[in-house]
């Protein structure tokens, strides 16, 4: 999964960047003019991953990753087509957005802090660049688009029609993942990796004095910008950045001072699952224990899949027990003499702490 993280210079975003990486990229220099991303990958906290190894103590533990991208999109950029290429690229290469915006007063900053001007700013220049891709495609259809097979000018007119109808949404200012869209229309416009159908979760940069009103802030927040598929969450990135750098009893003990109830990491992780409704699933052995991603309504040759394509092309069965009672019985031979591990099908939808092993078909 990769999160690319935005948000207008002097926002905080990189210092966002390094709570949620533990990296100590230089903060500021997207406003010095250094366009290159930071990128970093983080490992999944999962505590049933880590009680798993413990009962197993396997040769490997492998937890799930997200790779987190920081890029820089100035104001204006996307209208006056400035934007880099390889930013642009890496927006629409994200699984989610991570669209930081300053709520805390800086001394060497152009102007008072507004996070929700700055949030509606960032949100036209993503507009902008969609409608623009919008634009360009229809110029197309309407022109070559009108030629080849008949399948194909079939398949361009579809496009032609849908891309039509998003096309005044944007002009009124409204993201693509607010309107209703069926499957059909989710597929043809998968290769275009619109930048505002993408699940945003807005973080509202904030400093250690406003740590008391997070909570109050978020749900402000959520009622304000009130979008389907995004999340607000209020974090002290420059804080979280110093946890992030500590042993964990000191960044534990450093927490309970500030009354910091859960690490930046996981909350953030944990709120972009929710939106892009993701779980985890975990196979097991003394070789490896290992935790896998998958989106909700997932099927038992899904998980297969993503273990690996022989596992779902040979897919006879699974065995499956839940990691709670899996964990609790102790192995996966007491799982089975209590009828806690069962056998399932292709089609059985797999739940978030499925421990799962597939037989197969070499």
């Not at 802090?113 to 309407?142: F, G, M």
Request: charge should be negative; aromatic fraction near 4%.
């Amino acid at each position: 999964m990769q999160v690319t993280i935005v948000g207008l210079p002097g926002s905080g975003k990189t210092t966002v960047f390094n709570a949620l990486t533990g990296g100590q990229a230089e903060v500021g220099g997207f406003s010095g003019g250094r366009a290159a991303p930071n990128i970093g990958v983080v490992k999944v906290p999962d505590e049933r991953l880590d009680r798993l190894s413990e009962l197993f103590k396997p040769k490997k533990t492998t937890p799930a990753d997200v790779t987190y991208v920081d890029v820089a999109i100035p104001a204006g950029a996307a209208r006056e087509g400035t934007i880099q290429p390889d930013v642009l690229a890496q927006v629409r290469n994200a699984d989610a957005l991570l669209h930081v915006a300053r709520a805390f007063d800086a001394g060497t900053a152009d102007r008072p802090a507004d996070q929700w001007r700055d949030v509606e700013e960032l949100d036209l220049e993503l507009t902008v660049a969609d409608l623009s891709v919008i634009e360009k495609r229809l110029d197309r259809l309407r022109t070559s688009g009108r030629h080849g097979s008949a399948a194909e000018r079939e398949q361009n007119a579809l496009e032609e029609e849908l891309l039509a109808r998003l096309e005044p949404h944007l002009s009124e200012g409204r993201p693509l993942r607010a309107m209703q869209l069926t499957d059909d229309d989710e597929r043809r416009l998968r290769g275009f990796r619109f930048l505002t159908q993408k699940p945003v979760l807005v973080v509202l940069s904030i400093d250690e004095a406003r740590l008391p009103d997070a909570a109050a802030l978020e749900e402000d927040g959520r009622a304000r910008y009130g979008q389907p598929q995004s999340d607000v969450a209020a974090l002290a990135g420059k804080i979280e950045a110093e946890i992030a750098q500590l042993p964990d009893e000191d960044a534990a003990l450093f927490m309970e001072d500030l009354r910091i109830a859960e690490a930046s990491r996981g909350r953030v992780i944990r709120l972009t699952y929710g939106l892009l409704g993701l779980f985890s699933f975990f196979t097991t052995g003394e070789d490896e224990c290992r935790a896998w991603t998958l989106r909700n309504g997932s099927t038992a040759v899904d998980a297969a899949g993503a273990i690996h394509t022989d596992l779902a092309r040979g897919f006879i069965r699974a065995e499956v027990v839940s990691v709670e009672d899996l964990l609790r019985v102790g192995s996966e031979a007491a799982a089975r003499k209590e009828g806690l591990l069962r056998k399932e099908g292709r089609d059985y939808r797999v739940k978030d702490g499925d421990t799962i092993r597939v037989l197969f078909n070499v």
